[in-house]
């Protein structure tokens, strides 16, 4: 199975700044997720990293809100900008080529007060 | 869009047999999972389960697939304490290529 580091694991942030999560794999995989958790609620797909494109994002979540790197097939960034204490989450990276393969990162549990 | 529900809560004594449910709506999903998430850290894969399968067992963990009913079910065997977490189901269209998450259910084992 992949191994995947998330950086921070937490952050305290003030309202109106941005936090850059990173989400680095030990090996090359073609499909990164990125995923929010909210205090005591299910995962909900943020967006699909792709690299060399755009990243696709699902109903409810914009690039200006939520932009997302992928220069590579390892390393993916989700920032969550102009931050407000309702985007107080855990964000999860994901990765897997089959469908057999869903790993998740450990998470970024973010505060912002 | 795909929804996916679980209870919220399970309690059992240790020792004892725990039954996770889980159902689901679109019938043409291929892939199902259950994910395990202990307090502070992020999601652990335990088992997944192909549609075509009715059964799936891996040591202690049983899972049942009801595809008429769209019904899932993780069974923990020998239920200890270390096995309290927040189990989630999850399930894999592959019309909209992406897995969609129950609500997550709250095991928690009593000595």
């Known amino acids: 199975s992949a191994v995947i580091s998330q950086k921070p694991s937490r952050d305290i942030c003030q309202r109106g700044t941005s936090l850059t999560i990173q989400c680095q794999v030990d090996s090359q995989v073609t499909m990164m997720f990125w995923y929010r958790q909210q205090p005591g609620q299910s995962l909900t797909l943020i967006a699909t990293a792709n690299q060399g494109s755009e990243a696709t994002y699902e109903s409810g979540f914009v690039i200006d809100k939520f932009p997302i790197s992928r220069p590579n097939l390892t390393f993916s960034t989700l920032t969550v900008s102009n931050m407000s204490p309702e985007d107080s989450s855990i964000y999860l990276c994901?990765?897997?080529?089959?469908?057999?393969?869903?790993?998740f990162g450990q998470g970024t549990r973010l505060t912002v007060v | 869009g795909e929804d996916v529900e679980q209870s919220l809560f399970l309690s059992v004594r240790e020792g004892d047999s725990s039954v996770i449910n889980c159902t689901y709506t679109?019938?043409?999903?291929?892939?199902l999972y259950w994910y395990k998430q202990e307090p502070g850290a992020g999601l652990q894969l335990l088992t997944y389960i192909f549609s075509n399968m009715d059964m799936k067992q891996d040591q202690r963990l049983t899972v049942l697939l009801n595809k008429k009913d769209k019904h899932l079910s993780l069974r923990i065997a020998d239920t200890q304490t270390g096995d309290s977490a927040i189990y989630f189901c999850a399930v894999f269209t592959g019309g909209g290529n992406k897995l969609t998450f129950g609500t997550g259910t709250q095991l928690k084992v009593e000595l």
């Open positions: 994901s990765v897997g080529d089959r469908v057999t393969e869903a790993f």
């Open positions: 679109d019938s043409s999903s291929t892939y």
